[in-house]
Each structure stands twice: as C-alpha cells, then as structure tokens.
C-alpha cells in the first residue's frame, strides 16, 4: 500500500494558477527572449543573412556599451544611496509630523508624477535657461544664464539621478514608516535604552539594520527599476554614455538597420546582468519579507 | 495527474492558436482596374495613414480640410495616426517579418531615409504613382523630386511636397549672421556656447551640407564614393572640432532633437536654431512660440532641398484607396491650400507650366511669406541630398569623431 505519493502541486486549482501565471508571464517573457536572440544570430530578420556571430563580435567590442553598462550602474547605485540616505533621514527626524495632514498628504504628491513630467520638471528647473538660472540671474548671483551651473545634460547625470531621486525618496519613506511601525522599532529602541544605548547607537545598531533588512528585496528591485528607466535619462542625460535602455532604442531605431541585432544584443547582456545579480544577491536569502529568516 | 510532456503542449497550446489567426488577403491586380472602378469600390472604404503629427499647422489642414474633402468627394474615411519614420520602418519590419500581409497601415508620409530603409526590406508597394491622374501635374523632370537621396523613385512613392533647409536667427540679437562656414566658425568664437546642432536628421543634413560645401557642387553627387567620403569628411570633422570648444556646453553634448534646439534658441540659450523646412519660421512666428524678430536664412554655399513623399506599405488592405487619397493630396486644389504660409507654406511638387491657367494664375498669386527668403531665392542655394549611405557614416561618425572625443 502506497501511504504517500509525491505530488507536483498541492491542489488542482494551484496547479492551474501556476500554469496560468507561467503561460501568461513565464512564457511571453522567453518567447521574447528567444526572438532576440535568434534575431540577434542572425537566424531571423529581414536584413538579416543567415546565421553569424558578426553581431556579437560587434556589440561586445564597441566600447560604448560598456560605458553605457557602467553609468547604467552608477547612476542606479548613486540614486538608490542618496534615497537611503534621505528616507532613513525622514523617517527617523520626521516621523510624527509625515503621519498626518498636510505633510503626510505631500508625501504622496510625488508618487503620482508619471517619470516623463519628473524629467519635465526637473529640465524646466534646473537647465541653464531654467528657472533656477533665471532666479540666479536676476538677483546678481550670475552674469549670464551660461554661468549657472551644468545640472541637466551634464557629465555626471546630475539631473537624472535627482529625478529619480525625487520620485523615489517619498515611496522609501512611506515604506520605512510602515515598516517601523510593524516591526515595532520603538519598542526594540527602548529595550536598547535600557541596556545603556546612546540615541545614535540607537539608530546605527538597531533601526537602521532592521529598516534595511526589511526593506531589502523593495531596494532591490528599486535599483534594478531605475537601471531600466528610459524616459528620465532620454530627456535630462547625455548623448554620451548613455543609459542602456536609451542606449538599445537609439540602436533599434537608427537610420542604418544594421545595427537592429546590437539593439538586441545590447538587450540580452542587460537581461543576462541583471539575472546573475538577483541570482547572486538571493542566493542566501529567500523571497520571504520575514525577519527570520 | 498528467505527465510532465503534457505539461508542454499546454504552454504551447497559446502560440498554435496564434498561429490558426493568419487572415488570407484577397489579391487584386489593380493595373487591371481603371480609375474609375479604383474609385468606384474605394467608396465607403477606410484609409490608415500614418504621419509625423508634430506641426499643429499640418495636423489642422490635414484633420480640417483633407478629411472632410476626401469624405465629401470620394467618400473614404482617412484616419490618421501619429508615427514618425522609425515607428513606420519598425511596425512593417515587425509585420513583414511575422509575415502578416494584412498590414495596419495603407498610407505613409515618408522622405529618402525611410524610403531607403522600406526599399531594402521591399516594404513599399509599387510602381503606383504614374496610376494616379493628377501625376500628370508632378514636376518629374525635377532631380529634387525624381531623386530622393540620389535613387531613382521609379513610382514607388508619389512627390507630396518640397522643402529647404534654412538656419533661423534672431536679429535682435544677431544683426549680421554669418554667410558662410569660415564666417560661421569666427562668430561662434565670439559668442561662445551660442551655437550648436541637434544629433537628428536635421543636424546631420546641416553637416550634409557643410560636406558638399567643402567638396564643390555636383562632387558627391551619384551612389556612395567611400574615397570621397573619406577626403571630405575629414575636413568637415577638422572644422568641427575647431569650433567645438566653443560650441553649445563646450560641444560635449549635443541636444538630441530639432525642438530641443527650438526651445534653446527661444530661451536665449542659442543664437541659432535650424529646421529642415523653409516654411517653419513663418509657421512657428504665427504660432507665437518664435519672436517675431527671428527669421530664416542659407548659407551661400548653399543647403540640402529634398521632397517628402507618400508611400503605400506592400502588406497595405486598402491599397486602391490609397492611391485615391494620394491623387487628392497631389491635386492642385489640395498642394494649393497647402501651399498657403497661413496653412501650411509646403512647397508645392506641381510643376506651374503643366496645370491648367487657372491654377498656374492662382499659385503665381499665391500670398508671400514674410520671414523667409523667396522660394526662388532659395532654389539658388537649393543643394541634392546625397545617396543614403552618406547619412548614415555622418550620424556614425559624427558620434565617434566628435561626441565621443
């Protein structure tokens, strides 16, 4: 007699929401994926002639992909630190005050700004012909509108990372709040008081690891958001290096179409990146929003 | 409980649907049928075209007058969607490539880069034009409409309208523009930051014409000369990286479109801004959005002239109602209201010694723009664009050679 038999799924209707999640988000994705990379062989494609690696050979050497990669990760990086910084600052200063009336409501304002009116905005206030610049000029700070410093289209991403910096800092700190607030950190701080602990010991040892840790996989995530925005650096960044999603509609949409496969190219080494990372960054943790774990 | 393998043909089940969906299109010759049967079984038909709908002048003559007259007389229903060149070429490579032959589009408004790349993927259905009544009108003894970007049109895309680059300026701030490339480079060394070009077509076709400046007229002309090219482009890239430190941010980025451009130039950012249509500065002085004191000018070395067409997709349903919207927008009434700077101020592609008297009297008397030189003045400076492959090493060395320096 067969006590126990090894199941798949626990239940039919799991089983078939598993299939449906697979067949309507699983599989489109691969499809995707495949395309492009048979595209990219030159497998398929009208202009393509046949299988070949030329594609490949010529993405990969051209160094502005790999500029593209590095700024692609320096702006995600730099982004998601002043936002840590910022929301952690709100959370532990302004906390009482953000929980109610009209600075609780301002928090929100923020979040339902679509990416491309943040660029707008962030253009109309910040460019040398903005209004910041014109403040300036008109009271003596600067001779002309030129000497206003490079905040938009400058070297270092400066407009876009305060754009997204912009609409993410309000969501962290709305996050941090909640979360401070589930996992009772006051209660943990008082115990920590007890024990001897200064205020800043408070917040170093034990709500800044908790909110962090709690809010891990959200940052995660957030980053990888921000990597793959395309609106924001098309608008407030440069034409060189470029974010790798402006990056990949320039390549698909030049007036040569040969460098279609690149396009796709550039596409999946994105995709492959970001994939090793998550794998690498989850591989001791589980998915779980728990702290035991 | 099923197998795994079962599990497969469940994930595939999706895509085989997909695959059952391909419609057959019915294949008419129309060479067989006459004008009149074309119109007859176009009425009531509609018509999807697609276009670049950034002019709110363009789009007013094409919703308010186009429209309701096609309807009246023909009665077809022209729908228009918004698409600029690339959104063409990337929906019908999608479509040609998963083989769908009942294409979303009928109608294209397109010019010698799209024409080229839709040439290469056979994308264009065709030779239509010489069908179409009103061709009779078309000036085809033209190389500014026989040629788009040095090939032949050979039918395959009917001539819409004409336009020439011009550089725009504001003479309150700038009473002597320069005339000339050596005179171009000496007053950005004055003015610093005051100048730049957008990395789009219309820079490009500026550079274009700095290149047949420094190679002579007619030198380029023909299929791509890749020693030439060589030759010509390094003095052009010589010459702007002289002026680059005193470009626009020290030439180290370069605005990224032709409106960005506009807006800088209208801030006070720049002194100069270009467009690739003569017209532009009277239309956009109309709108409000230039000050009045801006107008357009050409430098002696001359600018690139071309003409933009409508094209009709091969995978295109309404092929026949195509070609009927074409021959109303190529009629003298409709390149007349075109032609008018308070409509749109396209150049026409009619050619005046062919169209009845009446319409030669009318377009001869047609009511002239004020802030543009003469469109005779203009054709003095008028230059061919060049075969496509000419654009193409621009865009790419203009990356390499100078943004990425």
Redesign the interface.
Known sequence: MRISEKKLFNSKPEAAGILLFLVLAVLPLLLGIAYALLYSLGAIGLINEGLTLAHWQRALNDMEFWYSLGYTFYIALTTISLTIISALSLTFFLRKPLQRGVPGFSLYVPLALPAIVVAFLVFQLASQSGFLARIAYQLGWIAEASAFPEWVNDPYGTGIIAAHTFMAMPFFTLYFINIYDQERITEFSHVARTLGASRLQQIIRVEIPILLKRAFPTLTLYTIFVMGSYEIPLILGRQSPQMMSVLIIRKLRKFSLSTIPEAYITGLVFICVVILLLILIFKKRTFSYDLDH | ?PHKPL?FI??LM??LVLAGCGSKQKTENLNELSWEEITDRTEGTTVSMMMWKGDPNINDYMQNYVVPKLKKRYNINLEIASGQS?TI??IL?SE??AGKTDGELDLVWING?TFY?LR??DGLYGPFVDRLPNSSYIDFSNPFIKYDFQQPINGYEAPWGNVQFTLIYDTNRTAHPPKTRQELARYVEQHP?SFTIA?DFSGMTFLKSLLIGMAGPGTLDGSFDEAAYQKYSTQLWDYFNRIKPDLW?NG???P?NVSALHQ?FV???LHFTMSNNDAEVDNKILEGFFPETARAYVLKDGTIQNSHYLGIPTNATGKAAAMVVSNFLISPEAQYQKARPDVWGDGTVLAKSKLPEQWTKKFREIPQRKYAPSRDSLNKHALQELA?EY??RL??DF?EKI??Q
């Open positions: 409980m599990y469940y994930l999706p895509l690339n070429v990337s490579m040609l490539e880069e790349q290469q993927i930051g990395n941010k180290e980025t370069f990224s800088l801030n006070g950012e496509p654009m193409i865009y790419e990356r943004i990425q």
